[in-house]
């Protein structure tokens, strides 16, 4: 049973937009969801966090101003809208859902139980 599915991965040039979905039975066991990336030869790094309850969100240094996480739970799907890309913003970015809620730890990856299978984000001119 595949329980979260990521989309909307792809290469842009610096400077473009994406739109990146996550999809799956799992949300609605959620209590916050996230967006993390991983960047060749470098950790796995929070993006972006979203309390699924009241929309509470949170965000990483390098994400706030550019990206925005949403939900529509009609839908059970989490959204990541990234602008003002840069090179630096590729990665293999994946979705996770957490069935606890911590402000404390949003983007930490051991809040998150269930997890996507990734999708790849290139930017390059």
């Known amino acids: 049973q595949v329980r979260l599915v990521e989309s909307g991965g792809g290469s842009v040039q610096p400077g473009g937009s994406l739109r990146l979905s996550c999809s799956g039975s799992e949300y609605t066991n959620a209590v916050m969801m996230g967006w993390f990336r991983q960047r060749p030869g470098k950790m796995r790094e929070g993006v972006a966090a979203?309390?699924?309850?009241?929309?509470?969100?949170y965000y990483s240094d390098s994400a706030k101003g550019r990206f925005t996480i949403t939900q529509d739970s009609a839908a059970n799907t989490v959204y990541l809208q990234m602008n003002s890309l840069k090179p630096e913003d590729t990665a293999m970015y994946y979705c996770a859902s957490a069935r606890r809620k911590s402000g404390m730890f949003a983007l930490q990856a051991g809040m998150y139980g269930s997890w996507g299978q990734g999708t790849q984000v290139t930017v390059s001119s």
């Open positions: 979203i309390v699924t309850g009241d929309s509470d969100t």
